[in-house]
């Protein structure tokens, strides 16, 4: 059997970048190698790519495997055919790359910016293509899709940050008029809720405000919609499939970025305590908006379930989720019937196959 040489990218510059370490652990060790070659290059967040020279990939969610004396200096050439280039000394060694699977969350790692080096390479990879990974990754963008596709949403409003500074108290009236608090605000280009916040008063609104343009020019503000956190994943090229419903209870006051990956205060429901009604509603929501926005290989899609009437309400999706131990992708297709090593195997093959 001819091995296929795989390349997972991890690291970044991204806010994100020590969530990816983890998430890069569980894909590497996952990772068949009687079925592949592995090359794993890591982003500094300097933006140096470093060839790890070590198959202990318990040394990356500490960050010592920027330490590791077998290290090289590397680079995915945007040439075709020359594939994965790593530096010893005044010799350049080429390796055939067969297909990369960027493990990278955030920005310049699932915003379409990673997706069009490798686009440029001839390169298959793991995850959508240029212009669903940009437009997922702006919040705005993504909900303009899906008010085209008819799924609902909570209502929205698009600040700019440019506009803070001398009219914040317009901005603070145009949104009291328009939202009940609680209001939640949010930069519209990252992920796992870096920057996200939950304004309780004017204050807060303006504090949150100003949080938020500090990561983006862009900032999303959004009504509160009471009900239970709702993730389901999806995977598919031009038939995608979705898994159970998982359920998040945050055990905060949002499931932000610590309550995600810091704390151990959120608890995981698989499948979730919803109807198995509802949980089809959900399910037939997540295909059509990853398939409005154009996604291939995978996504995670996020709804909110009202409590009061259950009505379906989308939130967000997120086409390069964590792969952490306690990740809902990899979990929720677990639950499934598709375990971890072969969920890693199903990814790698929809990258080819969509490349054909």
Same mark, same amino acid.
């Given at each position: 059997?001819?091995? *296929?040489?795989?390349?997972?990218?991890?690291?970044?510059?991204?806010?994100?970048?020590?969530?990816?370490?983890?998430?890069?652990?569980?894909?590497?060790?996952?990772?068949?190698?009687? #079925?592949?070659?592995?090359?794993?290059?890591?982003?500094?967040?300097?933006?140096?790519?470093?060839?790890?020279?070590?198959?202990?990939?318990?040394?990356?969610?500490?960050? @010592?495997?920027?330490?590791?004396?077998?290290? +090289?200096?590397?680079?995915?050439?945007?040439?075709?055919?020359?594939?994965? *280039?790593?530096?010893?000394?005044?010799?350049?060694?080429?390796?055939? &790359?067969?297909?990369?699977?960027?493990?990278?969350?955030?920005?310049?790692?699932?915003? !379409?910016?990673?997706?069009?080096?490798?686009?440029?390479?001839?390169?298959?990879?793991?995850?959508?293509?240029?212009?669903?990974?940009?437009?997922?990754?702006?919040?705005?963008?993504?909900? *303009?899709?899906?008010?085209?596709?008819?799924?609902?949403?909570?209502?929205?409003?698009?600040?700019?940050?440019?506009?803070?500074?001398?009219?914040?108290?317009?901005?603070?009236?145009?949104?009291?008029?328009?939202?009940?608090?609680?209001?939640?605000? #949010?930069?519209?280009?990252?992920?796992?809720?870096?920057?996200?916040?939950?304004?309780?008063?004017?204050?807060?609104?303006?504090?949150?405000?100003?949080?938020?343009?500090?990561?983006?020019?862009?900032? *999303?503000?959004?009504?509160?919609?009471? !009900?239970?956190?709702?993730?389901?994943?999806?995977?598919?090229?031009?038939?995608?499939?979705?898994?159970?419903?998982?359920?998040?209870?945050?055990?905060?006051?949002?499931?932000?970025?610590?309550?995600?990956?810091?704390?151990?205060?959120?608890?995981?429901?698989?499948?979730?305590?919803?109807?198995?009604?509802?949980?089809?509603?959900?399910?037939?929501?997540?295909? +059509? &908006?990853?398939?409005?926005?154009?996604?291939?290989?995978?996504?995670?899609?996020?709804?909110?379930?009202?409590?009061?009437?259950?009505?379906?309400?989308?939130?967000?999706?997120?086409?390069?989720?964590?792969?952490?131990?306690?990740?809902?992708?990899? #979990?929720?297709?677990?639950?499934?019937?598709?375990?971890?090593?072969?969920? &890693?195997?199903?990814?790698?093959?929809? @990258?080819?196959?969509?490349?054909?």
């Amino acid at each position: 059997m001819v091995k *296929l040489s795989v390349c997972v990218l991890f690291g970044g510059m991204s806010p994100e970048h020590e969530v990816s370490l983890r998430s890069a652990e569980y894909v590497l060790n996952s990772l068949n190698t009687e #079925k592949y070659n592995i090359f794993p290059v890591g982003i500094t967040k300097d933006g140096d790519w470093v060839l790890f020279g070590s198959n202990d990939y318990s040394l990356l969610p500490s960050g @010592a495997w920027i330490d590791c004396p077998e290290n +090289r200096r590397a680079v995915i050439s945007p040439v075709r055919g020359q594939g994965l *280039l790593s530096f010893e000394g005044d010799c350049v060694v080429r390796e055939r &790359i067969d297909v990369v699977f960027p493990v990278l969350h955030g920005e310049n790692g699932e915003d !379409g910016t990673i997706q069009g080096l490798l686009q440029l390479a001839g390169i298959p990879y793991v995850g959508p293509h240029v212009s669903a990974s940009a437009v997922s990754m702006d919040k705005t963008l993504t909900k *303009l899709v899906a008010d085209q596709a008819n799924v609902t949403q909570a209502a929205w409003e698009l600040v700019r940050s440019t506009e803070l500074e001398g009219r914040m108290e317009a901005i603070l009236d145009a949104l009291e008029a328009k939202f009940s608090y609680p209001m939640f605000v #949010k930069p519209a280009g990252t992920g796992s809720s870096v920057g996200v916040s939950k304004a309780q008063d004017r204050a807060a609104l303006g504090e949150a405000l100003a949080k938020a343009g500090a990561y983006d020019t862009k900032i *999303l503000v959004e009504e509160f919609i009471h !009900g239970r956190e709702v993730e389901v994943a999806v995977m598919g090229n031009e038939n995608p499939v979705a898994s159970i419903c998982g359920e998040i209870d945050a055990g905060a006051d949002f499931y932000d970025y610590d309550a995600k990956y810091v704390t151990d205060t959120s608890v995981a429901y698989i499948p979730a305590r919803i109807s198995e009604a509802v949980a089809e509603k959900v399910r037939e929501a997540a295909v +059509r &908006i990853y398939s409005a926005i154009g996604c291939q290989g995978l996504s995670r899609v996020d709804f909110f379930v009202t409590y009061l009437d259950e009505r379906v309400v989308f939130n967000e999706i997120n086409t390069l989720p964590g792969f952490t131990s306690i990740s809902m992708y990899p #979990k929720l297709f677990a639950a499934s019937g598709i375990p971890g090593e072969e969920l &890693i195997d199903k990814l790698i093959e929809l @990258a080819v196959e969509a490349n054909q």
